[in-house]
T-cell receptor, first 111, second 115 residues
Framework: SQQGEEDPQALSIQEGENATMNCSYK?????LQWYRQNSGRGLVHLIL?????REKHSGRLRVTLDTSKKSSSLLITASRAADTASYFC???????????FGTGTRLQVFP | DAGVIQSPRHEVTEMGQEVTLRCKPI?????LFWYRQTMMRGLELLIY????????DSGMPEDRFSAKMPNASFSTLKIQPSEPRDSAVYFC?????????????FGNGTRLTVT
């Protein structure tokens, strides 16, 4: 099992702007997952991208994966105050038996 | 589907007391995980079960912590005796598949305060 490292640690933007956060990992993966955590709540799964995919969309979310650089990015377009949350990535290897989370990116969207 | 249900939502107890946290996973999910989250240490995996059997408890901090899963629909995490440093939010999560091809579903946690 491996842990992803999110960057930046914190991000503040205005409503309507785009937010980009990045995730780096160390070894080859089977897939990579992104989760969101609102204050006082559990993590919520956002999107899963497999190692043979380069880009995936879900609503205002766009995730890219570059396996050669061992990195992924999550883009939130036209952000809203409700997007304020912490975002975590979790890389999954073929023999992963448990998901390990990093410290996440804290996103603050100001109205 | 009600999702993963945890109880209680908040627990305040005095040092030395026994604390029991409860979790009901999503029906049909074979994997159950207990995580702990603090500002200092982030989200830590404590233990996980597959088909009610504990698979990896290497994250359990001390012998004061124990977890059980007597059946597919219920798990407990017990701390005895509790200490102030155990104060954290404890999350339970469940998933359907191995290899994490399906996502983890988290409960909303139990916020534990030990005074």
């Amino acid at each position: 099992s491996q842990q992803g490292e999110e960057d930046p640690q914190a991000l503040s933007i205005q409503e309507g702007e785009n937010a980009t956060m990045n995730c780096s990992y160390k070894t080859s993966i089977n897939n990579l997952q992104w989760y969101r955590q609102n204050s006082g709540r559990g993590l919520v799964h956002l999107i899963l991208i497999r190692s043979n995919e380069r880009e995936k969309h879900s609503g205002r979310l766009r995730v890219t994966l570059d396996t050669s650089k061992k990195s992924s990015s999550l883009l939130i377009t036209a952000s809203r105050a409700a997007d304020t949350a912490s975002y975590f990535c979790a890389p999954v290897t073929d023999n992963t038996d448990k998901l390990i989370f990093g410290t996440g990116t804290r996103l603050q969207v100001f109205p | 589907d009600a999702g993963v249900i945890q109880s209680p939502r908040h627990e305040v107890t005095e040092m030395g007391q026994e604390v029991t946290l409860r979790c009901k996973p999503i029906s049909g999910h074979d994997y159950l995980f207990w995580y702990r989250q603090t500002m200092m240490r982030g989200l830590e995996l404590l233990i996980y079960f597959n088909n009610n059997v504990p698979i990896d408890d290497s994250g359990m901090p001390e012998d004061r912590f124990s977890a059980k899963m007597p059946n597919a629909s219920f798990s407990t995490l017990k701390i005895q005796p509790s200490e102030p440093r155990d104060s954290a939010v404890y999350f339970c999560a469940s998933s359907f598949e191995t290899n994490y091809n399906s996502p983890l579903h988290f409960g909303n946690g139990t916020r534990l305060t030990v005074t």
